[in-house]
């Protein structure tokens, strides 16, 4: 017997004994533990979308719908929640994320959503100042795009911190602004090596680096950062889990740090669901087939020490490595994604692949061949064509969980219309449309302005939507990315501060199940989380008063007042 089996036949045990142990002798069912009444309660659950209220017991909701009939579930020790009005939805799941105990807003420095580039080095001297000496200075997530659109350079640190190596990620987290110090501990110069795809920007005048590294040549210098301390770095992420929690998110869909998670799992309360997406190692020290087996033996591993616990009997399901994730192009503000057309501000440039075509299509086939699915990340329209084309080529493979393409900036609607034939979801981000208005056009020109964070064509298409942050490369909020989704404007007043293409925008409801059920679709939880209904796990979160009807800009002042995950206050504001 697999560990993988073994862990679902405890599960299943002990969920029948709980339930055969809460039913009285009478055959009634028990009291509620706790009912939510006086709600907008936004449900996800398409047989059911509006409620005012519902019942939970043991952690699972036991009953939706209105007010009184939900009250006949209360007995004396029923806890009973008036929500005042107020608007509850589903637990939010964030459908692509890199939350670590190493995130900006726990370690380094914070830079992101600052335009003024004298502040950016006010913050860099400020966190400069807190290190241990001999300690590298990163964080970052700097967007020069807000400002003068132009790079930033090695000399602008050196001024600030010369003596500390510095390695600041842009907001893309597909390069890097780094200082003269930390290029000569990595002994990076003009003629270094990198991989496919990757750049040492060099200067024009000189000759010499700039201090900005794009896409793989950022290793040459991060494999020289030493590792944060283990303790510090969970703190960090306890810290990351109590901060997602407070923007109302129950999930999320991780790349990197497993073992981290898998420590609060097996040590701590966890309070929130991670979908793990294990990053693909296949080179020239391992061969595909290999890489292949190490993951699922990792997957059977972490399966056997989560079912160890006990706990996913009370709280549900916590931790399972679910997915591959890949990687074919890089990102627009680069201009390392690639596309099917020459970059409009860059006459004679398309980008250039990370993994090409026919090495992505022969991966896709060994990895959906062991019964695992693909995330690809593909920004360009030329590499989201070749995302599909793979997973086409692999389509006698298909797993039963549904692949998926990452971030999808720019495709052509004859693409759009072949996700749902391949049965490829659609993983975007909201908030990398209204962050992008200011040089999305300069990129793509006015022709081909209209292909770019198509999220209405994929739905009428039929494809699934999943929805999330790519945190820290946008802020982790749902709110904000669904604000985003609704009103397409940038919030830096870019496009006039008008929406831009507003026909590509989505309702209130459309965004939320992009948050919610859509994700927990494509995973093996679908039938136990994300939506309001009876059986699935009590995730929800109770926002700070109701969402307006119609939708209007007043939505943007919202925030959540408490987040509960399986019937367990994980966060209040109160």
Known sequence: MTSRLAALLITAISALAGSAAAVPADGAPPPADLIVVNADV???????????????????????????TVRRSAGPDTRIIDAGGRTITPGFIDGHSHVSGNAPLVSGVDLSYIADKTEWLRLIVAADRTLPEGEWL?????????????????????????????????????????NSKALAVAGVTASSPVPPGGEIVLDERTGEPTGILLEGAMGLVSRMIPPRDVDRRREGLVKMQAYANSVGITGLHQMGDL??????????????RVWYGQGWSAGEDLSPAAAVRDIIDLREQVAGRVAATGKTAASGPLLTVGYVKLMNDGVLSARTAVMLEDYAD????????????????????????????VAVHSIGDAAVRAS??????????RPR????????EVVTLADVRRFKQAGVLASMQPNHCTNAIGYVPSRLGPRRQGDAYVWRSMLSAGVPLVFSADYPTSPLDPLTQIADAMFRTSPFGFAEGKPWFPEQALSFEEALLAYTRAPAEATEWATEIGSISPGRWADFVILSGRVPQPV???????????????????????
């Open 346 to 373: 860059q006459p004679g440039w398309r980008g250039e692949y990370i993994m090409a075509p026919d090495e992505l299509a022969a991966t896709i086939q060994a990895i959906n061949g062991a019964g695992l699915p």
């Open 138 to 178: 990163t964080g970052g997530y700097w967007d020069h795009t807000l400002s003068d659109g132009r790079y930033p350079d090695r000399a602008m640190l050196d001024a600030v911190v010369p003596d500390r190596p510095v390695f600041l990620r842009h907001i893309d987290g597909h390069y890097a602004w780094v």
């Open 42 to 68: 936004y449900t996800s659950d398409a047989a059911r979308p509006r409620a005012e209220a519902f019942a939970v017991s043991r952690g699972r909701i036991v009953m939706v719908g209105d007010g009184s």
């Open 401 to 408: 969980l549904p692949n998926r393409i990452e971030h999808i």
């Open 259 to 272: 073992q981290d998670y898998l420590h609060i799992v097996e040590t701590a309360r966890p309070s929130l």
């Open 388 to 397: 599909l084309d793979a997973f086409e080529a692999a389509a006698a493979t």
């Open 552 to 574: 209007d800009p007043s939505f943007k002042a919202l925030k959540v007042d408490a987040t509960y995950l399986a019937g367990r206050e994980v966060f209040s504001r109160r």
